[in-house]
């Protein structure tokens, strides 16, 4: 039942991204003039609240545009209704809808969706990940200096540590293929089928990666924050791999 209504409301939200996509819409920013939202972001969000809420009208809500719906439930629904604002809103046709579903503080369910691509992936705890229905499985590429990496930055700079343009710079200085689509949720799941052999980014909200690391590690992936520990999406520091060029990744990071 659960699955279902992921499903009915990630097609809720698609429905609306793709409408807009192919229309106008007013779009205004947030806290910095990059920061982009849409009308069709919250209009896409109201369409996946609504499907949730018709199944179960108790459970606890947390998504980007509207914030927190607490409700006293064990059951945790985290939605970015459209990941790739940014994309969207200069027709680049990448971005989707992405929702995770967090049972007791544990991610069980995960759905990430570009409808422009017609692409679904999805995952379910213990169960495998798949895209359009077909098992998918991390690359096979065991040494870093063949990968094909990607990562993302941040709209509010922040300097930090492990500095994400030192970062990046030591890759490219290497000669490594490094991308930045703009939807980390897109990231993750093109790391989970194997297009991507890893994605590390320095600064997400928990609706970024909630459903890509649970299909990232469905696919046989690893995801670790930036000292190697278990990932959590309230974290925001990620790195997802195939898992066998994690290490020589975190070492990477870690050596800025
Ligand atoms: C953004 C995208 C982008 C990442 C940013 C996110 P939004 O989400 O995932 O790839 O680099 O950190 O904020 O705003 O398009 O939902
Ligand atoms: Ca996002
Ligand atoms: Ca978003
Ligand atoms: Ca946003």
Redesign the pocket.
Known sequence: MLKSTLLKATQAGAKVLQEYFNGTFTISHKDTINNLVTEADKKAEEAIIAAIREDYPDHYILS?EIGELRQDSTIKWII?P?????NFAHGIPLCCVSIGVEQDGEMILGAVYNPLMNELFFAQKGFGATLNDKRISVSAKTSMSNACLVT????NWEETANNPLNVFERFIRQGLPVRR?????I?LCWVACGRFDGFW?H???PW?SAAGYLIVQEAGGRVTDFSGNAYSPYQKKILATNGHIHADLLKEINSI
Do not use: M, Q, R
């Open positions: 980007e970015d459209i990941d790739g604002t940014v993302g930055f941040p709209y689509l703009g939807s980390a949720a990231d980014e600064h997400l909200n970024d």
